[in-house]
């Protein structure tokens, strides 16, 4: 018979009283029973009314200010040490995470434990967008978290291997919150740290693709450029706190999740570097000794055409498949799709400025009006 488990939701929310109600009534419409789910909040350096929303919604709100150790990580943990301190961590069988930007389909959380109860220690869903046609950076990001769900994860997930957290919308069990002793993961990209660290201890991430739910993603070129410069580090970061006992790994059983682990992002990131610095040398080179540079242009030029192509491709397949999920006019759709390389392409700079600058968590503010999914 199904289990139905007992869950705490998790929601790290810093001055989101925009946003943070309409997550809180998604969760209280969930098909799932409400006397088994209960919601944490810890308003984490607010100075708006966070804690006044979150309260009004029924949720446990702590009250957190800290301004030297800063971000999600941080916050996770002080949540997490305080229901432990209360003698409240036994009452959960496992613990929702989301950002106060989320909204979650009625399904979501019956979805998920269907899943949890396929004997996985942490489960991953499928991360849609509510603004996903504001621009082109919003559809940027709306579709790549698509692809990763469904070509990345799904396959995975098929084949037996581990799955990856991105970000958000993923469940944890309270076993394996009581074996890491609570949340210890505060690198840039926690949720990166957090998927390593379990695919490097032999834990398996499982996904859930029926359990969908929405992100507000950012439509300002200036705030996506601080955000995946932070990803970026954070990914650099991260391979060199575990790069080396993954690496150790590979052959052995489960060695081909610490092998896709490693071949996730960080080589495509260092490759196209290296392809796009020595175009950009040659030319240079060429044109200080007042040689012929067109070789080396050409060179550079074919790369970034390929390189577009090949992003114009997983546009194209991502959106076909996805159509129905895509909640736009069909004619966005097809449109969208022709800028989806650029937003990719801008990701070579990004990756060229995290390796040399120093990156802090900065908040994003989030004010959709979306409040309901679609």
């Known amino acids: 018979p199904l289990q139905m488990h007992r869950y705490a939701v998790l929601i790290a929310a810093r001055n989101e009283e925009n946003v943070l109600g309409g997550l809180l009534d ?29 309260y009004a919604h029924g949720a446990y709100v702590y009250e957190r200010f800290n301004r030297v150790q800063i971000g999600k990580g941080y916050a996770l943990k002080y949540l997490l040490d305080q229901i432990s301190l209360s003698d409240n961590l036994e009452d ?15 399904n979501y959380i019956k979805e998920m434990n269907m899943t949890f109860n396929d004997g996985y ?51 944890i069990s309270r076993e394996l919150i009581e074996k890491n002793d609570g949340w210890n993961f505060f690198l840039l990209t926690e949720d990166i740290e957090f998927t390593a660290d379990c695919i490097a201890n032999g834990v398996t991430i499982g996904y859930c693709e029926r359990a969908e739910f929405y992100d507000e993603q950012p439509t300002r070129l200036s705030v996506s450029w601080h955000q ?22 590979v052959g052995k059983k489960g060695g081909f999740a610490c092998f896709d682990m490693l071949m996730s992002n960080l080589p495509a990131f260092i490759l196209t570097m290296i392809a796009t610095f020595a175009g950009l040398t040659l030319t240079i080179l060429a044109l200080l000794t007042a040689q012929d540079f067109t070789s080396a242009l050409l060179c550079v030029g074919k790369f970034t055409v390929n390189t577009s192509a090949a992003m114009l491709v997983l546009g194209i397949y991502t959106t076909l498949t ?53």
């Open 26 to 54: 998604s969760i209280r419409a969930q098909n799932y029973p409400s006397e088994l789910v209960d919601i944490y909040v810890v308003a984490d350096n607010c100075t708006d009314t966070t804690a006044e929303i979150a």
């Open 92 to 106: 959960y069988d496992g613990f929702f995470i989301f950002d106060a930007d989320n909204l979650l389909d009625e």
């Open 121 to 171: 220690d942490a489960v991953t869903s499928y991360r849609n967008s509510k603004n996903f046609g504001d621009n082109w950076i919003s559809h940027g990001y709306g579709l790549w978290f698509l692809h990763e769900a469904q070509f990345l994860n799904r396959g995975r997930m098929r084949i037996g291997n581990s799955c990856m957290v991105s970000g958000t919308g993923y469940m």
């Open 228 to 249: 995946r410069m932070r990803w970026v580090k954070g990914y650099f970061q991260v391979y060199k706190k575990y790069g080396r006992q993954l690496l150790s790994k």
């Open 322 to 374: 996805e159509w129905k999920h895509i909640h736009m006019a069909w004619y966005r759709k097809i449109g969208y799709m022709f800028t989806f390389p650029i937003y990719m392409l801008t990701y070579i700079p990004i990756a060229f400025m995290a390796m040399f600058k120093k990156v802090e968590w900065k908040p994003i503010a989030h004010g959709s009006r979306v409040t309901k999914t679609p």
